[in-house]
């Protein structure tokens, strides 16, 4: 396969350890591309949802593609995010092209770009944590429901459709969070003269350029690989949105590439209410 020479990468969100990470189709974009700087940008392993009973193959070939990219000689900068906070503890940190740091400022062309997860704007997450870890879990279920769903209308030959997504749309709360995320996310840049403000976090893949009366800035959101399975590309000066589905014609899915054993921890956990162990 051909390799896509790229300056730089973003990726975030892709919650490797839980049901509803596109571990397949993620491998798939790494090992389709050459990046000479590649940033995992928070919420990589989803330390919160982990189970040492559910990290299969597909995850676990992830992190070692990531490895390869690092000794290979791209400079890999993992980012702390909400669901991998434990992670802060040992932050900053280097070991060869691999970087450990909780946010990092890029010279991309002269330019400025800050790139951090943004939990920190998440009041929910800095406040009430247990309420955000049990949504999450909640948040895990719907994504494990919803491929159930999409896996027999793709066998009735009909549209896949987003429960969260839908959710999202028709809750004002949740279309006001993400529009205030925005905003702070632009002011602050703006405020420290950086010419780029790269996030995640929010699952909302985007890039807008943002113009204040203080000044302007370009706003970038990498997405995740759970439902929208993107990645933010930077080469020759210019960023772009990749969406994984617009260059690969998915596969038939082993729906959740899991052993008979964790197919029923998962369903008595869900019939039961109760947190897999």
């Not at 996310?185 to 890039?207: F, Q, R, S, W």
């Not at 690989?225 to 994984?244: G, H, P």
């Not at 260059?247 to 038939?252: A, Q, W």
Request: hydrophobic share 35%.
């Amino acid at each position: 396969m051909k390799k896509r020479k790229l300056d730089l990468v973003v990726i975030s969100d892709t919650h490797l350890g839980t049901y509803g990470a596109h571990a397949k189709e993620l491998y798939h974009y790494l090992n389709s591309i050459k990046p000479k700087t590649l940033v995992l940008n928070g919420d990589i392993i989803d330390i919160w949802q982990f189970r040492k009973s559910y990290f299969p193959k597909s995850h676990l070939k992830v992190i070692k593609k990531i490895i390869d990219l690092a000794s290979k000689g791209t400079k890999v900068y993992y980012l702390t995010g909400n669901h991998d906070e434990m992670l802060r503890k040992f932050s900053p940190a280097t070991l060869g092209n691999f970087i450990l740091a909780d946010k990092v400022v890029l010279d991309l062309d002269n330019k400025k770009a800050w790139i951090f997860h943004g939990d920190i704007f998440d009041a929910s997450v800095q406040h009430s944590k247990w309420i955000a870890k049990l949504g999450g879990l909640g948040y895990d279920y719907l994504i494990v429901l919803n491929r159930m769903v999409n896996w027999c209308l793709k066998k009735m030959r009909k549209e896949p459709y987003s429960f969260s997504k839908k959710i999202k749309a028709s809750v004002k709360k949740a279309v006001k969070h993400i529009s205030d995320f925005e905003n702070t996310a632009t002011e602050l840049a703006i405020e420290n003269k950086y010419d780029y403000v790269i996030c995640g976090h929010i699952h909302e893949p985007k890039i807008t350029r943002q113009v204040r009366k203080d000044g302007n800035t370009i706003y970038l959101n990498s997405g995740d690989w759970v439902e929208n399975l993107t990645a933010l590309e930077y080469k020759n000066k210019r960023w772009k949105l990749y969406r994984y589905e617009d260059h690969t014609e998915k596969e038939d899915e082993d729906l959740f590439e899991m052993d008979d054993l964790n197919k029923h921890q998962l369903i008595a956990s869900m019939v039961m209410k109760q947190p897999l162990m």
